[in-house]
């Protein structure tokens, strides 16, 4: 319960509209890709030229072709070039899920303290029921080995390689003349 109070303090501090983490991630990404060369195919499709590979970016689909974006929520260093040229604010493309604002409300809830076994919360009275465990014990004997069959599965007949017939015998027991 500490750890969410504190988390909760902390959130009311932050003054950015992504959390710091992702904050300090989104410009990680535009460093890294700042001397990329950007190619525009469409209103909202680019292309983008790496040292190594090319990159294509939907910005409308919120898709790149190195997968980052659609695996994390957040725009990789691709789409982060192509969102500087296209003119837009990086805080658009980022997913919900990693705003100030879903971080204050995931915390804002109170977490009630648990009771134990010793003292419970309830005093039910004297005449209230509880309810124990069944009691279980096991069985003797040794465990099956064979497993419950299926009423769906169906079970294969041993056919005889040597004679053919469905006996229930095969090659090596077959007593059948040659």
Not at 163 to 168: D, F, H, I, S, T
Request: charged share 25%; aromatic share 10%; hydrophobic share 30%.
């Amino acid at each position: 319960m500490a750890s969410i109070a504190a988390r909760k303090h902390d959130a009311q501090e932050w003054l950015s509209e992504l959390c710091p983490a992702i904050e300090k991630k989104l410009k990680e990404n535009l460093e890294v890709g700042r001397h990329w060369r950007v190619s525009r195919s469409d209103s909202y499709v680019y292309e983008v030229h790496c040292q190594k590979y090319n990159s294509m970016v939907n910005l409308e689909t919120r898709f790149c072709s190195c997968g980052e974006w659609q695996l994390y929520g957040f725009s990789c260093s691709h789409a982060l070039v192509v969102i500087q040229q296209h003119g837009s604010s990086p805080y658009l493309y980022v997913n919900e899920l990693y705003k100030v604002e879903k971080y204050r409300e995931t915390y804002s809830f109170p977490i009630n303290h648990l009771p134990s076994i010793s003292k419970p919360v309830h005093d039910f009275g004297r005449d209230a029921v509880i309810l124990q465990p069944p009691l279980t014990r096991r069985p003797p004997g040794r465990p099956r080995k064979k497993r419950f069959i299926k009423r769906s599965e169906k079970t294969r007949v041993i056919k005889c390689g040597r004679c053919g017939k469905c006996e229930g015998h095969n090659r090596k027991s077959c007593t059948a003349p040659i």
